[in-house]
């Protein structure tokens, strides 16, 4: 059946703006027989506005470029050694809703990061997920015509500096982690089997094909 089929594509290290595009073209053309697809990347340097932001959350940008996304969600940064993660699904022939995507999002994380050891949860108040007080994940999504786009940013290995630069998703002095600061995994690599077994089996996919190519959009 196609709501068990997936597509997962590893695009590697690409921009921001380019890929935003590709999703948007991906959800305006696809149809009902069109399989699911995750993608998951890495983005160059970025603060991404949610459709939410406010000007007041961007606090010394620099040399960092700023782009207004069309996601759920307030300011963050994505950069190298960060894992991103694409949902382009069909909710409606998943059966799923916008909440219980949310939710099982944040379980593929929680579960991704105890396999490693660590101890993480969601909050009711501020999507994404935490260790302790701080943020290892962030969330934002956007539905159009039954499906969603955008997904999850988690920080493996990166630089969190540019953090400092704004208020992540709003949020004044909200402080950032990373799995390889906590014990967990040190690139995405070592991530990816682990992520790959959590996203197909928290969303019900056992016809899953990957491709890792890095030029296929």
């Known amino acids: 059946m196609q709501q068990n089929r997936l597509i997962i594509r590893q695009l590697g290290l690409r921009p921001y703006e380019p890929t935003w595009k590709d999703m948007h073209a ?15 990347v890495e983005h160059e340097p970025v603060f991404t506005q949610g459709q939410a932001g406010k000007a007041e959350h961007l606090l010394a940008t620099g040399d960092i470029p700023v782009v207004q996304s069309d996601r759920g969600g307030q300011v963050t940064y994505h ?71 955008h997904g999850l940013a988690l920080n493996v290995n990166m630089d969190l500096s540019p953090f400092l630069r704004i208020n992540p998703c709003g949020y004044e002095g909200m402080a950032m982690t990373q ?36 030029n296929q959009l």
């Not at 696809?30 to 998951?40: G, S």
């Not at 990816?192 to 190519?213: C, M, N, R």
Request: proline letters at 4%.
């Open 179 to 214: 799995t390889v600061d906590l014990g967990g995994p040190a690139s995405l690599a070592e991530l990816y089997p682990v992520l790959v077994e959590k996203l197909t089996s928290h969303l019900g996919y056992d016809q899953v094909e990957s491709l890792t190519e890095s």
């Open 79 to 149: 950069g190298p050694g960060q894992q991103v993660a694409y949902f382009l699904i069909d909710l409606k022939r998943k059966k799923l809703g916008v909440r219980e995507l949310v939710t099982s999002i944040e379980n593929i994380v929680i579960d991704t990061l105890a396999h490693y050891g660590i101890e993480s949860r969601a909050r009711p108040d501020a999507p994404g997920v935490y260790v302790g007080n701080d943020k290892i994940c962030s969330l934002g999504l956007r539905i159009r015509r039954g499906c969603s786009f």
């Open 26 to 40: 991906f959800t305006d053309e696809r149809n009902a027989d069109t399989t699911d697809e995750i993608w998951l």
